[in-house]
């Protein structure tokens, strides 16, 4: 669907260096035990890519990536609407999630409009009349206390669910309503284990807060690890498919550091499945 080659995208090395886990913050890490293979990785891959060292680092890759996507998609589909960062909500299927924070945000509650008609009825001159239409108020009074009671309970511990924005959504337009969204896609420039989380955790409320026809959800990525690509591919049922930006070139990086090894055919990145 995305067909993507390795030539289209260029990025530097450096951009593989690691990347802080506490802040999410990129930096050019030391090498040690535990980083040394998966920059040595990201080096391979984009040697592959035909990405020299020492190239001009793009400042925001991720956002470079999820920019060409959307382009390519619009170019593929013009006739569907294609765009970044949007809620959930926003679409057919899912504008129900927004149902109880447009009342939590917009409720006021009766008090001011009890206030007028107290005024109102105070000025009747009929004093019978006046006493009768107090009682009434009271007794709506009471009815309207109780329910604003409950309104104030439902505010204060209804949960509302979090969802993270859609990086890339295709949806399908809908001139009388809110348009339905046909596919979701998460952009990772590369993956954290919390980042691999975060895509499992918003396809899995994709698939239960839905309320008709299933948008195909997917994540498009360019990381070099196999071992982070695997909890994408954690068989939940989350994600329907990892797209890669050029697997084959990560395939080909792979085998190349592999024959460094001591033991090639043990080396970890070879041997995850």
């Not at 669910?161 to 949806?171: G, N, T």
């Amino acid at each position: 669907m995305l067909g993507w080659s390795g030539s289209c995208l260029l990025f530097s090395p450096g951009t593989f260096a690691g990347t802080d886990p506490p802040t999410g913050s990129r930096t050019r890490l030391t090498p040690t035990t535990l980083y040394r293979s998966s920059i040595q990785l990201g080096l391979a891959l984009f040697r592959n890519l035909q990405v020299e060292q020492g190239q001009a680092v793009i400042p925001d890759s991720g956002d470079a990536l999820e920019s060409a996507i959307a382009e390519h998609l619009r170019s593929l589909r013009p006739d569907l609407t294609v765009a970044r960062s949007r809620t959930a909500a926003s679409f057919a299927q899912y504008s129900h999630l927004d149902a109880f924070p447009a009342f939590r945000r917009t409720h006021t509650g009766a008090s001011t409009a009890l206030a007028r008609v107290t005024r109102a009825i105070e000025e009747v001159s009929d004093d019978r009349d006046r006493r009768r239409l107090m009682r009434t108020l009271s007794v709506l009074n009471k009815q309207l206390s109780d329910e604003a009671a409950v309104v104030r309970q439902l505010k204060r511990e209804m949960p509302e669910e979090s969802l993270l924005k859609i990086a890339i959504s295709v949806a399908i337009p809908d001139s009388h309503g809110s348009s339905e969204l046909a596919i979701a896609l998460s952009s990772k420039w590369t993956l954290r284990t919390d980042r691999a989380q975060d895509c499992v955790s918003q396809g899995g409320k994709l698939v239960a807060h839905r309320r008709g026809q299933m948008p195909h959800y997917a994540v498009v990525t360019i990381e070099p690890r196999p071992s982070m690509l695997r909890i994408l591919g954690d068989g939940s049922g989350s994600i329907d498919c990892v797209y890669h930006l050029d697997l084959p070139a990560l395939k080909r990086a792979i085998r190349e550091e592999s024959e460094h090894r001591s033991a090639p055919g043990n080396w970890s990145p070879r041997v995850t499945r």
